[in-house]
């Protein structure tokens, strides 16, 4: 079992940055890959980062060039840097392992951009 944590997340302006963090109960570095996602009000939950354990990385479209997913000294965390946000990126952001299709969750943390 893996129990992950999300926290970082919070209030901040159009053009503001934040760093979402991804906690797992163990060792996340083995974990062939880790997911962010988003989820607004009455929308699907869509993919936002990915990163492996090769240190390959994919971002969709819509926030590459503005959000960059890496690890963390510390082997159980993984982050989310988010630059130039926009209101549309208000969400609930929540972090997935996949373990050769084991998927855990975390519970999510909010991100609202707002002025």
């Known amino acids: 079992q893996v129990q992950l944590v999300e926290s970082g997340g919070g209030l901040v302006q159009p053009g503001g940055s934040l760093t979402l963090s991804c906690t797992a109960s163990?060792?996340?570095?083995?974990?062939?890959?880790i997911r962010w996602y988003r989820q607004a009000p009455g929308n699907q939950r869509e993919l936002v980062a990915i990163?492996?354990?090769?240190?390959?990385?994919f971002y969709p479209t819509h926030v590459k060039g503005r959000f960059t997913i890496f690890r963390g000294n510390a082997k159980n965390t993984v982050y989310l840097q988010m630059n130039s946000l926009k209101p549309e990126d208000t969400a609930v952001y929540y972090c997935?392992?996949?373990?050769?299709?084991?998927?855990?969750w975390g519970r999510g943390t909010q991100v609202t951009v707002s002025s």
């Open positions: 163990g060792n996340i570095a083995s974990i062939p890959v």
């Open positions: 990163i492996t354990t090769v240190e390959s990385v």
């Open positions: 997935n392992a996949d373990r050769f299709g084991e998927l855990y």
